[in-house]
């Protein structure tokens, strides 16, 4: 382990690009682990040095065995570590620090097969776990850099089982894991795009982050509880001047009560609960259109309308605030010169409950439109048939309908751009349909391999000889399936060949053992011992290769993964008995 520490640290040091670095790392690494030098091979890196995943015959040797890339891989992380600390204590970056040097170095050892493929990932998560939110944001930029090469080691970790490779749990629980440590509200733009390259980086079939069960996130909103609290408040807003209906603690308590059907969508559409939920939205909806059709009428005047003077002054600090924001955002757009952009952090707003505010915030546009987006998803999600939901009566959905065409009336109303902002909402809530019903059919894959086009055979000609006769055996099926093709053990071969390899029991048992290490994080109903055709195919090749492992799987306490310890175990053994047999 001193010995590759020592090799890693050569390798960083060295003056060159990132390539001669990775290269130079290569020799160095796999010398100090295995006392000569690296294969020629191998020693030119990228795609020659993976291991192929083709038939057993054809499938080369690995470079090194699990224990060796274990040994080079704490060693990695042992120096990412110190990087750490170097970057902490000296008050240095983690550019002069080479950590990303290091991650590079860690993708180039897992392309030419002298690590893991999970090492990368290994780094990234230690790297975030030390950090506090502030530079985790910063070193992020490191790897969406390398967005592509990280996405490229997932689909190599393991393409001949669908099954999730170690490479890709790392990744997504360090995504899972940072998510969790951020502010929905502060943090919003670094949550996007830590979203963004989960997106990116995983195939379209993933089901990760589908939430299959369809679970809805709590919401808890702490509202006034007597009408002596809001009385005040309320009736400082009298609508009997603008033909605003007057709001009451009633109102108040309706237009608050429809964030706990918006939480929990399922018990929202019980009939006791649903008549509830209909009056309130009805009302909310009738001020929703006062406020809209004042607003209309004002700018057919051309005035503004009418509002307390307390409201006036408030809105033009806002407008001045917001004119100084984009101001200085122009300005930082300039200063950064040529190809520069500035990233203005945008922060959205946790909306108060007071009762003292309820009449401001009714004026709001923006809060409007941010109750009435609420709602049509609202809708949208009870309308949609789910796995364990109640569906919807004959009545309830033509209620539903007309809820719909109003809250669409209500958007294209307000003001700016109504009518694009409600166009916009329409088509975003059309594609989340799609996945809705995509997720309800069990994910399947609609990602697609190229498909290249079959070169047309040539023509037969004299010079090349006479054609092959075409034989007729009496039926159509036999006569074509005889023409396909030759006889001769050639043809046969290459048949063969061509035909899906059936993987070796170690290998297709493999995933069972990474999904039984607790640091994995799988859940229990995920796991593949649920898989009915997996466990199948398991057992199918049980027996054909090992009939003793059935046993394993059939005693009182058996189990498949109880098969897979045993089968790894016995395999550990037997390999470790060859080594100690080997001449010195």
Known sequence: ????????????????DVSEMCAAAHTLVFSAIKGHALPEKSASGGASGVEEQGSDSD????????????????????????????????????????????LDLAISLSNVGLADYNLPFSLLEDLFDSQVISQSEALFSLVEDRASALSSLILLSDPSLKVPSRAKLTFIRTCIALLRRLSKSKNTNFCGRVLLLVAYTLPLSERSGVNLKGVTAPSQVEVATSPDESADALAADDGSKTGVPELDFSFYSSFWSLQKAFSDPVAAVDTEAWSKLLEALKAVLQVFGAFVAEEEGA??????????????????????????????????MEVDGEGGSAQQEVYFTKFLTSPKLMALQLRDPYFRR????????????????????????????????????????????????????????KAVLLRERNWIEWKAKGCTAFDKAAVQA?????????????????????????????????NSLKDIAASASSKQRVPSLVEYLKPVMEQMDPEAGIEEEYKLKNDKVYMWKALRLMAKKDVTLLGKVSAPQGSIEAAAAYMFKESAATQQADEYELPQ
Not at 304 to 309: F, H, R
Not at 415 to 421: E, M
Request: glycine letters at 6%; aromatic letters at 4%; charged letters at 25%.
């Open 299 to 332: 700018a057919a005047e051309g005035v503004a309308p009418s509002v307390e003077a307390a409201e006036q002054a408030a809105s033009e600090a806002i407008l001045t605030a917001s004119a100084a924001t984009e101001a200085a955002a122009l300005t930082a």
């Open 1 to 16: 382990r001193a010995a590759i520490f020592s090799a890693i640290e050569t390798a960083v040091a060295a003056e060159g």
């Open 59 to 102: 499938k080369e040797a690995p470079l090194l065995s699990e224990s060796e890339k274990s040994t080079i891989e704490l060693a990695v992380r042992m120096y990412l570590e110190r990087c750490i600390d170097e970057a902490r204590g000296s008050a240095k970056t983690f550019e002069d620090a080479s950590v990303p040097l290091l």
């Open 370 to 425: 941010h109750m009435l987006v609420q709602l049509l998803i609202f809708l949208q999600t009870v309308a949609t048939e789910r796995k364990g939901a109640p569906p919807l009566t004959s009545a309830q959905r033509v209620q539903v309908d007309e809820l719909q065409k109003h809250c669409e009336e209500l958007l294209r109303g307000i003001a700016p751009h109504g009518a694009a902002f409600a166009a916009t909402v």
């Open 454 to 486: 079959k070169a047309a055979r040539p023509r037969p000609t004299a010079s090349s000889g006479r054609a092959r006769k075409r034989m007729s055996l009496g039926n159509s099926e036999l006569s074509r399936l005889w023409n396909l093709g030759g």
